[in-house]
């Protein structure tokens, strides 16, 4: 079991000069108070410092090294840090020593660090080889997030209840290697590997003999064929992990600035919009500009209407001139006294009343009235041409869409603006770059998939085709294969026996990391409708209600409830135990359910590290419901805004 004794700091962090804080080793509690900013992230990044040699930030990202030692230190020319961590395991004391000093004077990247590191184990210095051997066997990093953590990363275990989150994968894969079950699927692997082996050996030995040659020959293909394939398949499946980390990693880092992506993605619809609109815009006024051409025939539209309608009157009366000329003409030379025009008979009255009304024209005067109507048909057809182009309806329709347009595409710029506003703190670029990457690393996933599915389905063929002249090379016998076929034999039975061992053992293991999640859960939650959780094959665990009803859909906070009954059966169940270091652990929380965690700890592990400001745990409550199992309590105490003492705290 990993118990820690002492962490002492040189320039960490907020933690200037070298200070020290020792950790109780009796079974319990300990707290350290801070408020925000004074360094508790810090204390807890300092222990991860020390056994994997990097600091992570929000979302699980690697930070700078560069930006991690004392900024008042740095600012007088001091630069770099050391972290030293003193625990105990199976029986030996460490003490684990991590440095990171600078190359150059003024260092102004990563780059420009050196990072080294030595563990001393009952006060002998371990070699290189041998310290990585130790601690990866005390502490590995694939299975820390179970011993330091914080609010944010209990809050990733909700992906354990979906089997299609990359993150919840690779959760469920930390899970299975803290409980042991690598163990197993190793040695299954090895006896396969074993059972191959042989087979090939065997194929060998078919070669050799003529019988069985031709399907000696097929098997060593067969096999060669195989050997190729599964190194093929083991290379996509390390792309594959390594995309599905990036892409878990790129998740965290969208969800966590989800409101600046959909600020972004709004923005990004809204520019296009307004360029689409502008478009629009041109082509309206362009349009426009072609109508206001003719826009003054809209302004003189009454003036010609007038205009046309005397010309019209003077139209009708000179055309009665010509045509009563024309008709009396006609008349005078016809005999049969009929209109020339309609054929009917010409009363003698109505020749009268004709002649009577022409009696003043003369031929002269008729010429010149025709001369006169074909000038009047001219004006009045150019009037309507005029009048034609009087579209005034049309124009005010362009002028209101026009306008229409213009405040619309001023509002949009005016949203945009805001959001540049509300963008102004955020690293745009690094944000477009994080989306863009994660579609890639999505698109990239996809391709790896399936190639991999493909690679999958040719190694099925070959097994299924080794198979099939595997037996019918049994069936020919052979002195020469007995004692390859014998082991063969052997090793698919001890291969087939850890197969089923290894599903045997994780459902085990699922049952009893339901009960005891179950056990911390009835412990923890104020709920009391609320009876058990339900896990499943990824370890996720759901509510169970009274009535047996599961609650599909939980708050924050009781996802925060849940996650820490998942830990505290981890540490339960698990081969490996140590302590637990959480920063603040209650700021979701209600102080019903803060209660009952502080009451609960003690039973989750043997040794605790609360990092909390006063607000999120009041020393009154932590010193009532713990009592003697509460240790010892340190506080952080504010020197400057870079300068941060640790003190304990006496009764």
Not at 44 to 73: D, P
Not at 170 to 196: D, Q, Y
Request: include cysteine; glycine fraction near 6%; charge should be negative.
């Amino acid at each position: 079991m990993l118990v820690l004794k002492a962490l002492t700091l040189e320039n960490f962090g907020p933690f200037k000069g070298r200070q020290r804080v020792e950790f109780a080793q009796d079974d319990g509690v300990m707290i350290i108070y801070g408020e925000n900013m004074r360094g508790k992230t810090s204390l807890l990044n300092a222990v991860r410092f020390a056994f994997f040699g990097r600091v992570i930030g929000r979302g699980s990202k690697a930070t700078s090294i560069h930006e991690i030692g004392n900024w008042e230190e740095a600012a007088v020319g001091k630069y770099g840090f050391q972290v030293e961590l003193e625990f105990s395991s199976g029986g030996h004391d460490y003490k684990l020593t991590r440095t990171c000093r600078a190359r150059v004077t003024t260092p102004t990247s990563d780059a420009d660090y050196q990072v080294d590191h030595f563990l001393e184990c009952d006060g002998d210095v371990l070699g290189p080889e041998q310290t990585s051997t130790e601690l990866a066997r005390i502490l590995p990093e694939q299975i820390s997030r179970f011993f330091l953590f914080d609010g944010e990363l209990l809050q990733e275990y909700e992906d354990l209840l979906s089997s299609e989150s990359d993150m919840g994968r690779r959760i469920s894969e930390a899970i299975e290697r803290i409980l042991g079950v690598p163990v197993l699927t190793s040695s299954r692997a090895t006896a396969l590997r074993m059972k191959e082996r042989s087979e090939k050996r065997e194929a060998t030995a078919a070669q050799s003999d003529q019988k069985t040659r031709e399907y000696g020959n097929q098997l060593a293909d067969l096999h060669a064929q195989r050997d190729v394939l599964k190194a093929d398949a083991a290379k996509l499946k390390t792309d594959l992990d390594g995309l599905r980390t990036k892409k878990a990693t790129l998740e965290e880092a969208l969800k966590r600035k989800e409101r600046y992506a959909s600020l972004m993605e709004k923005k990004d619809g809204l520019e296009r919009l307004v360029s689409e609109q502008t478009e629009r815009l041109d082509t309206k006024r362009q349009e426009l500009a072609a109508g206001m051409a003719s826009a003054w025939c809209t302004l003189l539209a009454p003036q010609m209407r007038d205009a046309a309608r005397r010309l019209e009157t003077h139209r009708e009366a000179l055309e009665a001139t010509v045509t009563r000329w024309k008709v009396l003409q006609e008349l005078k030379a016809s005999a049969t006294h009929s209109c020339p025009t309609c054929l009917q008979k010409i009363t003698a009255e109505a020749r009268a009343a004709l002649e009577e009304a022409a009696s003043g024209d003369d031929e002269a005067g008729v010429q010149e009235a025709r001369e006169e109507l074909e000038r009047v048909r001219r004006r009045l057809s150019a009037l309507s041409r005029f009048l034609d182009d009087d579209r005034g309806d049309t124009l005010k329709i362009r002028w209101e869409a026009i306008d229409e347009l213009e405040v619309d595409i001023a509002d949009k710029k005016g949203q945009i603006t805001e959001i540049n506003k509300q963008l102004e703190t955020v690293d745009e670029a690094s944000l477009r770059k994080d989306k863009t990457e994660y579609e890639q690393t999505v698109r990239a996933i996809d391709t790896t998939e399936r190639t991999l599915t493909d690679c999958e389905e040719k190694l099925a063929d070959n097994k299924t085709g080794a198979e099939r002249i595997q037996k019918r090379l049994d069936r020919l016998g052979g002195n020469d294969l007995q004692g390859e076929r014998a082991r063969r034999s052997l090793y698919a039975k001890v291969h087939e026996l850890f197969d089923e061992a290894v599903s045997a053992y994780r459902d085990q293991l699922r049952r009893r990391v339901e009960a005891d999640a179950t056990k911390h859960f009835r412990a923890l939650t104020t709920e009391p409708d609320y009876r058990s959780l339900l896990i499943n094959d990824s370890y996720g665990l759901t509510i169970v209600h009274k009535d047996g009803s599961l609650i599909p859909v939980r708050s924050a906070g009781a996802e925060h409830v849940v996650a820490l009954c998942l830990v505290g059966a981890l540490q339960n169940n698990a081969p490996l135990q140590g302590p637990i270091i959480i920063d603040s652990p209650f700021g979701r929380l209600d102080r019903g359910h803060t209660t009952n965690i502080v009451r609960a700890l003690p039973t989750m592990a043997k040794q605790v590290m609360l990092l909390v400001y006063e607000d999120e745990l009041p020393a009154g409550l932590a010193r009532t419901e713990l009592k003697g199992q509460l240790k010892s309590e340190w506080i952080l105490v504010r020197r400057s805004a870079r300068h941060t003492e640790l003190a304990e705290r006496k009764s």
